[in-house]
């Protein structure tokens, strides 16, 4: 996978105090120069979580017999970077470099150490140690995999683990083993596929006298500078727009910290929450409570179940295929904007262009195409998610619980852009999940899935053609000629539904692509509301979860329809 940057990569290291710091090139605390992290883009670090912590400790012990505390590795300031992957894949940072990454797979997770972790762990390791004799270490320095003839021990290692490869009292390479231990000396073929290489001397431990709190205080100024910034952007934006002004939340650390700034700001605002019912209890709560705390009143919408039948309609969402966004978020939200902001809003998200190619190249102020009035700013466009966790952890915010339980964003329990390393999280936390398992399991044995299409998050991946459903047209005339009225005077016969140079026949056989989407439309209404907040002139409200259309102030520009999601996906 290539390189993905989607913004500078900020994060530097004080040598001596041991510390991250974000961008500054001396340390303001001992004043001593700091040097770059070298790790992947787009390099969105985060402060370990707790879930974080207790995993590495888990993997060291099943994988090498070794605690975090016999190496010193519960000391000092680790950091979390997630790195594009074909699952999820989190580096972990500490003492000026990457020292492993924690990948899941789908025999679950496995740790993978950098030399300068695996020099620590040798010391004390019980298995996944392979001892070569000086004359092979030379060619695995030199870029060469471990060939078996070169093995002088390799207990209690079996093919697929990841192994520490040591010569003398040097390691010198990690990898993964091709065979097991007790077949490797006097064999022939390869004994471990190496990784990474490098000479580094067995120690006892890699303990750090840095910490979080002297972390904080290394970079407090440069936070608060960038908020600072961030504040007289909210105030510059408020006084180039004559709109009352919102916060779009949603129980993440981003809307979290947007909320606060805005805050800060010293204007009146409310927040606005859509809560899809796909979300976590928890998230509701954090979401009560950050207003709460604020003082700031709270308008929320409901999308009910629209999400779960919209599944009868669009079939299972996936990355390239998210019309649940359409109907279960921006369909309340445009409702609930509507309803409350009739003449338009300026309404501050939490977008940062770290998240992705799209939200990178959209700037700091916009308009949302799918809600009719929003202008859309955010004061967080260009931070990092470092920056944003510094923030939260300088002015004692709190955040939702599901961060310390290891997911990097909070949002949807089943969103379609989770890894499976997401979902297992999930599983095993949130016992609603286990509806959506039946659904899955259900419809992967309806279209003759394999197992790991719904285990392994196959289903998120990528809509599969036959996957995205194909509703019959059924010609129903107390329905389609509603949706009809958009393109043009109706006129029902017995040979169909006709408006402008549209229609459908009474066989059920759309005279068109336009007919073909205003009868689906008509049919397959959600009622999400997204067309009602388009309609420029008002002539489209929702009446008993459906849209009615008034043809007395409906001028026909068919606005409605590209924003409708089911004509937009089906």
Same mark, same amino acid.
């Given at each position: ?16 105090? *041991? ?11 001992? !004043? ?103 004359? !092979? ?58 990784? @990474? ?39 510059? /934006? ?12 949603? +129980? ?30 928890? /998230? ?20 009910? *179940?629209?999400? @779960? ?79 944003? @966790? ?50 899955? #399991? ?14 392994? !998050?196959? @289903? ?27 393109? +043009? #005077? ?68 068919? #606005?409605?329809? #590209? ?8």
């Amino acid at each position: 996978m290539g390189r993905v940057m989607l913004g500078a990569m900020r994060l530097r290291w004080c040598p001596a105090c *041991d510390i991250p710091v974000i961008k500054l090139r001396e340390c303001p605390l001992c !004043a001593s120069r700091t040097r770059p992290v070298k790790h992947t883009p787009p390099g969105d670090v985060a402060p370990a979580s707790l879930w974080h912590t207790r995993k590495l400790d888990d993997l060291l012990i099943q994988q090498y017999g070794v605690s975090s505390s016999q190496i010193g590795l519960d000391t000092g300031v680790l950091l979390v970077n997630p790195c594009p992957h074909v699952d999820r894949l989190d580096e972990i940072i500490g003492r000026g470099s990457v020292l492993a990454s924690m990948e899941h797979t789908s025999g679950g997770w496995v740790l993978k150490p950098r030399p300068h972790l695996a020099s620590a762990v040798a010391c004390w390791a019980s298995k996944g140690i392979v001892e070569a004799d000086p004359g !092979a270490a030379e060619g695995v320095l030199s870029g060469a995999n471990l060939m078996a003839p070169g093995v002088v021990d390799a207990q209690n290692v079996r093919k697929g683990d990841q192994v520490i490869v040591k010569s003398g009292d040097h390691i010198i390479a990690v990898g993964t083993a091709r065979m097991d231990g007790k077949d490797m000396p006097g064999s022939r073929g390869m004994a471990v596929k190496v990784r @990474w290489y490098e000479r580094m001397k067995i120690i006892r431990d890699i303990r750090s006298s840095g910490t979080l709190d002297m972390a904080l205080q290394a970079n407090r100024k440069y936070i608060r500078e960038i908020s600072e910034r961030a504040v007289r952007f909210i105030r510059e /934006t408020l006084s180039r727009h004559d709109l009352p002004a919102v916060v779009s939340v949603s +129980g993440g650390k981003d809307s979290l910290v947007t909320a606060h700034l805005v805050k800060r700001a010293g204007t009146d605002f409310a927040c606005v929450f859509a809560d899809t019912g796909l979300e976590f209890p928890e /998230t509701v709560e954090h979401v009560r409570q950050v207003c709460s705390e604020l003082g700031v009143p709270l308008h929320t919408e409901h999308a009910g *179940d629209a999400f @779960w039948r919209g599944l009868e309609v669009f079939g299972p969402p996936a990355r390239n295929y998210r019309w649940c966004c359409k109907v279960a978020k921006l369909g309340p939200l445009a409702r609930l904007l509507k309803r409350q902001y009739p003449g338009g809003v300026l309404t501050f998200v939490a977008q940062r262009r770290y998240e992705s190619y799209q939200r990178m190249g959209k700037g700091a102020v916009w308009e949302n195409p799918w809600i009719r009035g929003q202008l859309a700013a955010s004061p967080v466009q260009n931070w990092s998610a470092l920056e944003i @966790w510094f923030y939260i952890l300088i002015h004692g915010l709190r955040p939702n619980i599901w961060y310390s339980r290891g997911l990097h964003r909070v949002g949807c329990f089943l969103c379609p852009s989770s890894d499976a390393g997401d979902l297992e999280i999930v599983r095993e936390h949130f016992p609603g999940y286990a509806r959506w398992l039946r659904y899955l #399991e259900s419809y992967a044995r309806e279209m003759g899935y394999p197992s790991e299409w719904v285990h392994g !998050a196959g @289903w998120c991946v990528k809509a599969k053609k036959e996957q995205r459903s194909n509703p019959r047209i059924e010609y129903r005339p107390e329905l389609l000629e509603n949706a009809f009225r958009v393109a +043009g #005077e109706v006129r029902v016969d017995e040979d169909g539904i006709w408006a402008g140079d549209t229609g459908i026949r009474s066989d059920g056989t759309p005279l068109n692509k336009l007919g073909e989407k205003l009868a689906l439309r008509g049919m397959y209404c959600l009622g999400c509301g997204v067309c009602a907040s388009q309609c420029p002139h008002d002539a489209i409200t929702l009446e008993d979860g459906r849209f009615r259309v008034d043809p007395e102030r409906c001028v026909h520009c068919l #606005e409605c329809v #590209e924003y409708c999601p089911v004509s937009f996906f089906m």
